[in-house]
């Protein structure tokens, strides 16, 4: 069994329909030189020519469509018939194109219609014979009726083979956005276990440490230095900072928690007081519930790191789509939002949520506090 990529490449050519374009034309070669072989009408050369420009017209794109027939198909048939007929009545060596005609009738009809124009196709055939052999009408039918059914059972085969092909890249576009899932999937589980081993290191090192430190500047006992204050201050804000870092790198609070128990667990934690309303949103899918979950804890970190902020609000609520939406407001400075203008963590959150289709809005001023809204379809 080849790779997929082997399949994708002949697959490729097979709908392009190279082959069909060279055979056509070998096929209509031959016929001209046959006629003119023969007795070299001129009329019937120029219009088996011009099926060669209605095919430039329409054949190909009729020949190419996904879904047929289409409008080109139709023309390209009426064509065909017209100009074969007339070609025929005037050079029976003209009845060789049809090993061409036939089969790219089945490629831009649907099976029914296109053995309704076979069918037509045959009527010059069956009137030259009818005019040569009068005597013999039963044989012609017998002869009319054996080509109807070869081209037939041709154009079954063609047909089946047109379907193969569009249900093999069908199914081969279907692997590739599957392997790319997986792939999704794998990278996306890489970044948590690394995320959660960070975490741990930096709670086992940095963490500790300040926490030692704090420690040990407090029971130095001289509160009156203000180099010892200091320090003292710095090692306290280091370790709040060291703690955040911690929480929003370890995995989301939702082992045996609904989404409004991690999000109250959240705002429990915070340092500043945070009113949590929630208005529905029961039934969220696991890895939407985990993605908010991320949004509100570098949401909550910002507004502890810039916002300078005495209170903060977390809603969630349903929204029409459905979706469910969650939004953190604080009442801190504010900032005017520019383009552009987002950190990593709010790069790393709007990449979350847009891979499952949802947004994240960020509104606010200076002086009147900041708004972050993340909204996410409930179908993931």
Not at 195 to 219: C, K, N, P, V
Request: hydrophobic share 50%; aromatic share 6%; proline share 6%.
């Amino acid at each position: 069994m080849g790779s997929p990529v082997d399949a994708r490449a002949e697959n490729a050519w097979l709908r392009s329909y190279p082959f069909w374009d060279a055979y056509f034309a070998i096929v209509l070669v031959a016929t001209i030189v046959t006629i003119v072989v023969d007795d070299g009408a001129p009329v019937a050369v120029i219009l088996l020519l011009l099926i060669t420009v209605s095919y430039a017209l329409w054949g190909r794109v009729a020949v190419r469509a996904p879904v047929a027939p289409t409008k080109e198909g139709w023309w390209h048939a009426a064509a065909m018939f017209v100009l074969f007929t007339a070609a025929d009545l005037l050079a029976p060596q003209s009845a060789v194109a049809l090993s061409a005609l036939i089969p790219m009738t089945y490629m831009a009809l649907r099976r029914a219609r296109a053995v309704a124009v076979t069918a037509a196709l045959f009527t010059g055939p069956a009137i030259q014979a009818m005019t040569e052999n009068g005597s013999h009408p039963p044989m012609i039918a017998v002869a009319v009726v054996v080509g109807l059914s070869a081209s037939t059972l041709l154009g079954v085969f063609i047909d089946r083979l047109g379907r193969q092909n569009t249900e093999r890249a069908r199914l081969i576009a279907e692997l590739d956005r599957t392997r790319e899932e997986l792939a999704e999937v794998s990278k996306e589980a890489g970044m948590l276990a690394e995320r959660e081993r960070l975490a741990g290191d930096i709670h086992d090192t940095l963490a500790q440490g300040f926490a030692s430190i704090a420690m040990l500047l407090q029971s130095a006992g001289d509160g009156d230095d203000p180099y010892v204050r200091r320090a003292a201050q710095t090692a306290k804000d280091n370790l709040s900072e060291t703690r955040a870092l911690i929480a929003a790198l370890a995995p989301p609070a939702l082992e045996g928690a609904s989404l409004e128990e991690a999000l109250g667990r959240l705002a429990k934690g915070f340092e500043l007081p945070v009113e949590v309303s929630v208005a529905g949103a029961a039934d969220v899918p696991a890895l939407v519930a985990e993605t908010l979950v991320r949004a509100a804890q570098e949401g909550l970190a910002n507004v502890r790191k810039h916002a300078r902020a005495r209170s903060v609000r977390l809603a969630l609520e349903d929204v029409p789509g459905p979706a469910v939406r969650m939004s953190i407001v604080d009442d801190g400075c504010g900032f005017a939002p520019s383009p552009g203008g987002d950190g990593y963590g709010l790069r790393a959150m709007r990449n979350r949520v847009t891979r499952l289709g949802g947004t994240v809005r960020i509104t606010g001023c200076p002086g009147e506090g900041t708004t972050l809204a993340v909204e996410l379809p409930c179908s993931g």
